[in-house]
């Protein structure tokens, strides 16, 4: 997929993706463009600096998740199956601005900038019990716990 397969999104759905990214208690919002039981998921993520997402995993070989960033920087973490830090990628505008990252991979995502947008893509049925596996090894989304981890990595970013 190249940028220009990317879908339009005007400035008022940014903006209007970002106002409810910033009002959800997750810091961020997704805009889900595929239907219901497509193969081809595509979501257009919003998402706030303070936003913190388990790491986790995509079980399947066709899980390979594509990442196109739209706006802001971001950057990706990669974990081995103990949760050390393997590859950071930083994702911005004027230098690397997607990944693929490969299926049964640990990862997450640390915001760089206030306002990010990325646009993402996975082969497969979604099914929320196989969708994902949350790694064990890292606090859950909303724990107390998840801010410390979250500056945890963005201080593995200095």
Known sequence: MTNSSIPELSEQE??????????????????IIHKPGDELNQVFNFITL??????????GDEKIEEI??????????????SGNILQIIELN??????VKVP??????????EDEVITFETMMGKYDPATWKF????????????SS???NELRNALK
């Open 14 to 31: 940014a903006q209007e993706g970002l106002h409810f990214a910033r009002t959800s208690s997750r810091c961020r919002h997704p805009k």
């Open 134 to 145: 949350m790694a064990p090894w890292a606090p859950k989304e909303m724990d107390l716990s």
């Open 50 to 59: 303070n936003s913190y997402m388990q790491p986790h995993m995509h079980p």
């Open 68 to 81: 196109f960033l739209v706006k802001g920087r971001v950057a990706i973490f990669y974990f081995n199956d």
């Open 148 to 150: 410390l981890y979250l």
């Open 103 to 112: 299926a049964y991979t640990w990862h997450t995502y640390v915001m760089m």
């Open 93 to 98: 505008k004027a230098g690397v601005d997607r």
